[in-house]
């Protein structure tokens, strides 16, 4: 018999109405990309030793052969340059790459080379083979050779010399990683 009926002012009602249609505007704003170059390296802390980095692998090909080969390269810094880096590469290819004999990296700048270079694996797949091999350079080279993006990688073993070159795409991440990492040295 009784009835309760309540009343809702309508000004009251449409201001819950426009808090709500902001606070729900305000969750589906997504904050701009930044250009960090984050997904093209990561550090770790490692202590008194300063910061671990690790550059992803950056491919580079070699058109001739249709052949692909990507580096990734492992080094600690702190305040001051007195390391080497590891660079580990892949190469995918037609041939099997057991051995080799001398692996170098350049730029109209500067060549390093190495001819102690370390087998990890060999692995068929269906496309061919991937060849995996470790090395160490040094640090303060690896330094100068970013600050040029015009970049060659030459591989020789005992029955062929192949040279892998930069694209586009590898020239952005070697400029970002230049821009990121290495001018922090």
Not at 26 to 55: D, W
Not at 75 to 92: E, G, L, P, T
Not at 128 to 145: A, C, D, F, P
Request: glycine residues 2%; positive net charge.
């Amino acid at each position: 018999m009784f009835k309760r009926h309540y009343y809702t002012p309508p000004y009251i009602l449409i201001s819950y109405i426009v808090l709500l249609l902001i606070f729900s505007g305000c969750l589906s704003i997504k904050p701009s990309a930044s250009k960090s170059g984050k997904k093209y390296f990561e550090t770790f802390y490692v202590g008194e030793e300063g910061t671990q980095y690790f550059i992803k692998p950056i491919s580079f090909i070699d058109e001739n052969l249709y052949e692909e080969l990507s580096i990734d390269i492992t080094f600690r810094y702190r305040n001051i340059i007195k390391d080497s880096a590891i660079v580990n590469f892949s190469i995918r290819s037609s041939d099997i790459y057991k051995n080799v004999d001398t692996f170098k990296l350049s730029n109209k700048k500067i060549e390093i080379q190495t001819d102690r270079v370390e087998l990890i694996y060999n692995e068929k797949n269906n496309k061919g083979y991937i060849s995996r091999h470790s090395t160490k350079v040094s640090l303060n080279e690896l330094k100068e050779l970013f600050n040029n993006d015009d970049w060659l990688i030459t591989v020789e073993n005992s029955s062929k010399i192949t040279n892998y070159k930069a694209n586009r795409k590898t020239i952005r991440v070697i400029n970002t990683i230049r821009d990121r990492v290495f001018i922090l040295m």
